[in-house]
């Protein structure tokens, strides 16, 4: 699969938009033999981001620096799917990851799994490698269970662990054209909110498959069924979501949900001058709170690099 060295030039680069996403139902389904839940859950990209630049190397060294000092470990995703990419493909070429952070870090909107992912597809095209759909989706799913999530974007129902991907069409409401995200100040562990469910928070898939038909039908879907079956455990373990979530309602949000594990919560409207008013009265608050619309970025988008012909 590795190329040879004279179709690579040190100092090409190449930078990418790497996007948030949101749940607009999890379910729970129970926990699989390996020890992981079995989910259904029906995820939206959106257009808050990170940016992500590659620039190739003239050694063997792979380096990522990122704006928030703390996350320029070796346990970076984004790191990581580079290291797992070259394992798998035996090459050894450089590069210099550097990272731009947007999206809150442990906040259930995916930013570490969606930079795991514009890794593995930016650094495919920049180190010249020839690897399958199927080759990429069995990395990104040793990544985490949303990585395989975000090769794709836009709206997808996820199934499995999360890992198995079925696009849906580009069909997001207008009623919800405006999405508000609001982030506590805390971080919740996603491996913590798993291991506190009991058997009260699983169901049987019945929400994300009602969203899935009313999203396909052109329908808006009922919001008894926009449910997170992770929801009732975080609202009720962590206070600052709590007083989140009742923020956002006294600010006239007509309904709350979480994302993924939390904590960042969302609620979405029809007019942008309802949604900066629900924006500036949360921001004037204190909370750090982000406007933004659903988002369909190609696959191209992520790869777009200037490479010289071979």
Known sequence: MAMQWQWLQPGISCTVRTYAK???????????????????????????????SFTLRDDEQVRLVCTQPELST?????????????????????????????????????????????????LTRLWRLSLTSEELLRLAASLGSDVPFFL???????????????????????????????????SVSTASVFGALTARDYSDGSHTWAVC??????????????????????????AAVA???????????????????????????AHLEEAQRLWLRLQEQGYEVYLTQAIYPSVESLTLLSLPAR
């Not at 794709?152 to 499995?160: D, F, H, R």
């Not at 994302?259 to 969302?266: A, D, H, K, R, W």
């Open 22 to 52: 949101i749940n607009l139902t999890l379910d729970v389904l129970g926990r699989r033999s390996d020890g992981y839940h079995a989910l259904a859950t029906v995820m939206q990209t959106v257009d808050l981001y990170d940016t992500l």
């Open 74 to 122: 070796e346990t970076n995703l984004a790191l990581r799917a580079a290291m797992v990419l070259r394992e798998y493909t035996g090459q050894r070429y450089g590069a210099l990851i550097e990272l731009q952070k947007r999206i809150p870090s442990a906040a259930g909107l995916g930013g570490g799994s969606s930079d795991a992912a514009a890794a593995l597809l930016a």
């Open 152 to 186: 794709y974007g836009g709206l997808a129902l996820c199934e499995g662990r999360g890992e198995l991907v079925t696009p849906l069409p580009s069909c997001w409401p207008a009623e919800w054209r405006w999405l508000v995200l609001l982030k506590p100040a805390i």
């Open 213 to 238: 038909a009313a999203l396909r039908e052109g329908r808006l879907p009922d919001l008894a069924h926009l449910y997170n079956g992770l929801e009732r455990g975080v609202v009720e373990r962590y």
């Open 243 to 269: 007083a989140a979530r009742a923020a956002l309602l006294e600010a006239g949000a007509a309904f709350v949900r979480l994302s993924g594990s939390g904590p960042t919560l969302f609620t979405a409207l």
